[in-house]
């Protein structure tokens, strides 16, 4: 008989569509879930978690009670680090939202910790599971449009009613950093599909959102060591639609997706060459921009399989210092190599 693995979840805001695709598998029971805001949070489905047998823990201790394999950490940012550990120390796989932790010496620390427990670690980066990213991924590799000499990708979103439990996003004492906690998203779109970045500058300002503590919108200009150029947007401030457009330029064409559009646009040499005119292509894709489902079906799969999870937490890492070295260098003005935060 095939093992059924337990899982647990701390953080119910974003832990709540996690555990809905803990729902259905068969090989995987949801035992315990812990969130300190259970009672009073609005914005959690109670109804999800009215089962016979699943734990509602009161702390995040109390999940450990109910035994889990794996560890859902979906809590905010400055909490991942402090989880984990605790998670990998009492035996846990674990599955670790996005951004890894805040610095890379929390990474680092969280690297050597799953190392020592010789545990399955996944950093949940849902970009690379939105349908628009992967078919634009794929056609990448396929060479559909060449060697990629620019990429343009954006973290467009309006934060200004979505400070969190108790506002943890805009606490001073926090200290959330926009271009980290929301830009990780881009930074690691564009790791997945250029390859590593060499280098970064970056500007910020502190407009849209003057009341929070942290600047709320940036631009970089990156390097990357293939030779490809990039242009990063981010901001947590704008009054638009939520967006993640991406552009990408290569020697032979040129597609543009985003994770919220039902279709990737694709123009391609070729076609020009054989006396094509027009516009771009449309290919029809399905919109799940947060496709948390698949990534828990893919990290459930590498379990059976005994296949190590490809966003691993030196991948979580890797962006994270992405995102510091940009902060730096809208700190000092001046341009920032990404190596200094590896």
């Known amino acids: 008989m095939d093992k059924k693995y337990r899982i647990a979840i701390a953080g119910l805001g974003i832990g709540q569509f996690w555990a809905k695709g803990v729902f259905k598998r068969k090989d995987c029971d949801l035992v315990a879930v812990f969130d300190p ?3 009073t949070r609005d914005y959690i489905d109670k109804s999800l978690f009215d089962r016979p047998g699943l734990l509602i823990a009161q702390s995040y201790d109390e999940l450990f009670s109910a035994a889990p394999d794996v560890m859902i950490i979906a809590s ?31 990474c680092k620390k969280i690297i050597s910790a799953a190392k020592a427990a010789g545990k399955f670690f996944m950093t949940g980066q849902v970009c690379r599971y939105a349908p628009g990213f992967q ?10 449009i060449g060697e990629i000499a620019c990429i343009s990708s954006q973290y467009a979103h309006n934060y ?12 001073p004492q926090i200290g959330r950093e926009t271009f980290l906690g929301g830009g990780c998203h881009a930074m690691d779109l564009m790791r997945w599909i250029v390859g590593e970045p060499e280098s ?5 300002n502190h407009l849209l959102m003057p009341d929070w503590p942290k600047p709320d919108s940036a631009f970089a200009v990156i390097k ?41 646009q694709i123009r391609e040499c070729t076609l020009e060459d054989s006396g094509a005119k027009g516009d771009f292509a449309k290919i029809p894709v399905k919109i799940a921009n947060h496709n948390f489902e698949s990534e828990f079906n893919e990290f459930i799969d ?22 510091q070295a940009g902060i730096a260098s809208a700190r000092s003005g001046m341009p920032v190599k990404i190596s200094e935060y590896l």
């Open 37 to 39: 805001a259970y009672k």
């Open 76 to 106: 905010p940012d400055h909490l991942h680090c402090e989880q984990t550990l605790i998670a990998l120390e009492r035996n846990c796989h674990v599955i670790c939202e996005k951004p890894l932790a805040p610095t890379v010496e929390e």
């Open 135 to 144: 078919l634009a991924k794929r056609l990448v590799d396929e060479g559909r």
């Open 160 to 171: 200004h009613n979505a400070a969190g439990h108790d506002q943890w996003r805009k606490d």
């Open 200 to 204: 970064i500058f970056c500007v910020e």
């Open 224 to 264: 990357f060591h293939s030779g490809a150029i990039g242009k990063l947007f981010v901001s947590s401030g704008v009054n638009a639609p939520y967006s993640m457009r991406t552009e990408i330029y290569g020697t032979k064409g040129t597609i543009i997706c985003d994770n919220t559009s039902d279709h990737l």
């Open 302 to 323: 590498n379990l059976k399989n005994n296949t190590p999870p490809a966003t691993d937490a030196v991948e979580g890492m890797k962006t994270v210092a992405f995102a």
